[in-house]
């Protein structure tokens, strides 16, 4: 199938100042259409021309794998954002004392692991089969449905994402990551 670019749930300048319209035009409009072309170029007539996102992140690799995923990966990366973050609903804050021990754990692990990751990659909070949650890093496109597991939050650790805004400090990309957060849309991805 044709891939496209997702539509966003704000305006390119909706995240600013904790993301620049300047950071929103290279990530979302330069860097995820380059891999949501690229994907379209490389998938056309093979076999996998008519197959999902999902289906290709399963079974591909190499090239046809790395595109498809950093297009996945970045549409679910920038749909979880938001201008007006809700309050911390009450079932995800349970989910996360039972899994993580507390909240306030959760957060010191995730950022953790976002700031130490090496190099480029995605660090993702992720639901197994049993409603257990974890915390995975991910170098390059890495994405956890290869694993059998339930995305629900991940945060893009790619220089790209960041150096325009934060330049090399990566903690303080993170620290407004957590602010920018639509816990509403983990919610909904927690039920699913
Ligand atoms: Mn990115």
Redesign the pocket.
């Known amino acids: 199938m044709k891939h496209s670019m997702p539509r966003l749930p704000y305006a390119m300048d909706a995240l600013e100042p904790k993301m620049s319209k300047e950071t929103m035009d290279y ?1 979302y409009g330069k ?2 259409q380059t891999y949501v072309d690229n994907l379209n170029r490389l998938t056309e007539n093979t076999p996998y021309e008519e197959s999902t996102l999902e289906e290709i992140i399963r079974k591909a690799e190499g090239p046809v794998f790395n595109n498809a995923a ?1 297009t996945w ?2 549409i679910f ?1 920038f749909e979880a954002l938001t201008p007006s973050q809700p309050p911390l609903p009450e079932e995800l804050a349970e989910a996360f004392n039972s899994s993580f021990g507390s909240v306030e754990i959760f957060k010191e692990q995730f950022t953790k692991a976002a700031a130490g990751l090496f190099g480029s990659g995605w660090v993702w909070l992720v639901k197994d089969m049993e409603n257990r949650l974890s915390i995975i890093s991910e170098p390059n496109a890495g994405n956890p449905l290869r694993k059998g597991l339930a995305p629900l939050m991940v945060v ?1 650790v ?1 220089e ?2 960041y150096y325009i805004d934060y330049r090399n400090r990566r903690a303080d990309y993170i620290k407004a990551f957590w602010e920018l957060i639509d816990w509403n849309k983990l919610l909904e991805r927690y039920k699913q």
Do not use: V
Request: aromatic residues 18%.
């Open positions: 990530h860097h995820l950093q990966n970045h990366f893009d790619w790209h994402a």
